[in-house]
């Protein structure tokens, strides 16, 4: 049997290649391709063959080209690395990358093409994430950063149009940021009810990506009525969980079918912007929780004044002036002195108890001197119910403990006003550096994790990176519990 012929052999290679392979004229026309350019582009051999290549080239890339061709023709160098984009039969572009090696004598060019689309599409990606970390990093406003991802998503996925919602507790939602067209006929911060089959309402009831290909036949409600106007045919939306919680969604959408990977291209971006979500609302908090730590502060010292100057205060003065007049009467041989002098150590007395109760409220010198076990001795020893207590007596950090002692006092108090209870116990126990300490009692329950003195003592937890936790069914019974970092004393 002969052998195959050379020739044969080498067309064998030239359509087993994955890359598309051709040779061209400097006419401007393929004298031949491979099997790939038909499995790739969708035309056939004599489609291609027939046409100059240059109607093959994308628009944009028409004129870079052409420059490149007669570069080629001029000069004779070989080309590395040059992009051009192809059109598909089916009207869709992919990137190639071409290297050609120039034969002026024949007035030929044979160029190899790899496909790239997919690496600069990536990189596309990569390069769009990158800005829209920049912009969280940068604590940008929430405004921009939500415009800003919209537009980012839009132009790189080439999308008609993408939208940001944001859900509210009443279900309904609000657009917090959109780009592009068609879309949705709502307006920046307009408020619309869920319900119906639409995108916005079917991620606020499943928390999952969802999918609708045909808005015109399949939509109902506010929402699919709103965008069915707008010229929606195909949308897609991915929720925004923030925290563990749904917070929002993102929606994309076309007048054409979306693409299959659209919902998974769209994740990278939704993480972002749950982070910056999650970072503006940290910084919200903070600001808050330390606008109310100073008001607090601020309160205490002008408490502090007013019960200085409304009780000891006058009360030494009185002294002073009793013991003036004692004076004067023992300079008289004046029989009233015992008794001014008698007057004026019930000034003392009065006075000393009175700073020591304004001591109290500042730190007890229960706490400072005998540690947390004895000032929780203390808060319980006035209370109108049982407590019971399983306090250890080990010293810790003094701003620990006087952390810890807030926490209870506090809920003592409200135990005391309000809980109409029967029974208190409070424990705390020191685990894997933490201080755990808890405060239940068999009340009615129903407190408000929100009132002025649990959020005030939220604050003053976070001030040492502790944290509150409030459990108060309305049937009864409530829990106070907070997690305090012990930090670990060098030697």
């Not at 051999?45 to 023709?73: C, N, Q, V």
């Not at 299959?260 to 940290?282: C, M």
């Not at 947390?372 to 019971?388: H, I, N």
């Amino acid at each position: 049997m002969p052998s195959p012929a050379p020739q044969h052999e080498t067309a064998q290679f030239f359509d087993l290649s994955l890359d598309l392979l051709c040779i061209g004229g400097f006419d401007g026309y393929y004298r031949s391709v491979n099997a790939a350019f038909e499995r790739v582009l969708g035309y056939s051999r004599e489609e291609l063959l027939s046409r100059p290549y240059a109607e093959f080239i994308h628009p944009d890339d028409t004129e870079h080209a052409r420059e490149a061709i007669s570069r080629l023709a001029a000069s004779g160098e070989d080309v590395i690395g040059l992009e051009v984009r192809l059109v598909c039969a089916d009207g869709s572009v992919r990137r190639f990358e071409w290297n050609t090696r120039t034969m002026p004598e024949r007035d030929l060019v044979y160029a190899i093409g790899r496909d790239v689309t997919e690496r600069a599409a990536l990189a596309a990606e990569q390069a769009a994430l990158r800005r829209v970390a920049t912009l969280v990093a940068r604590e940008s406003a929430p405004d921009l950063v939500f415009a800003y991802v919209a537009e980012e998503v839009g132009r790189l996925l080439g999308l008609g149009s993408t939208a940001m919602f944001r859900y509210a507790d009443d279900e309904t939602f609000a657009v917090i940021a959109s780009w592009g067209a068609p879309g949705p006929r709502v307006a920046i911060g307009e408020r619309l009810p869920v319900g119906g089959n639409n995108i916005v309402s079917n991620v606020f009831r499943t928390t999952a990506s969802v999918r609708i290909d045909d808005y015109s036949a399949d939509a109902t409600g506010v929402a699919g009525a709103r965008a069915t106007a707008g010229g929606v045919r195909s949308a897609i939306g991915v929720p925004i969980i923030v925290d563990g919680r749904l917070w929002g969604a993102m929606v994309a959408a076309a007048a054409e079918p979306l693409p299959h990977d659209t919902e998974s291209r769209l994740g990278g971006f939704i993480e972002l912007v749950a982070t910056a979500i999650s970072n503006i609302d940290a910084r919200a908090e903070l600001t808050a929780s330390r606008a109310r730590l100073v008001a607090a502060a601020d309160e205490e010292r002008r408490r502090v004044v007013r019960d200085l100057h409304d009780g000891a205060q006058q009360r030494l003065v009185n002294t002073v002036v009793m013991l003036k007049l004692a004076q004067r009467a023992l300079d008289r041989h004046d029989a009233e002195a015992p008794s001014l002098v008698s007057e004026a150590l019930r000034h003392v007395e009065s006075a000393t108890h009175e700073l020591r109760e304004l001591a109290h409220g500042i730190l007890p010198a229960a706490l400072t001197t005998g540690g947390l076990r004895t000032g929780v001795d203390a808060l319980a020893s006035r209370m109108p119910v049982p407590v019971q207590i399983e306090v250890p007596a080990d010293r810790l950090p003094a701003a620990v403990e006087a952390t810890a002692y807030f926490v209870v006092a506090e809920a003592l108090t409200n135990v005391a006003k309000h809980a109409g209870a029967a029974s208190v116990a409070v424990a705390a126990r020191v685990d894997d550096g933490t201080l755990h300490v808890e405060v239940r009692d068999d009340g009615v329950g129903g407190a408000r994790p929100d009132g002025s003195g649990l959020l005030g003592l939220a604050d003053r937890l976070a001030a040492h990176d502790g944290r509150l936790r409030v459990e108060s069914p309305a049937d009864g019974g409530t829990l106070v519990a907070a997690a305090i970092p012990v930090p670990v004393i060098e030697q």
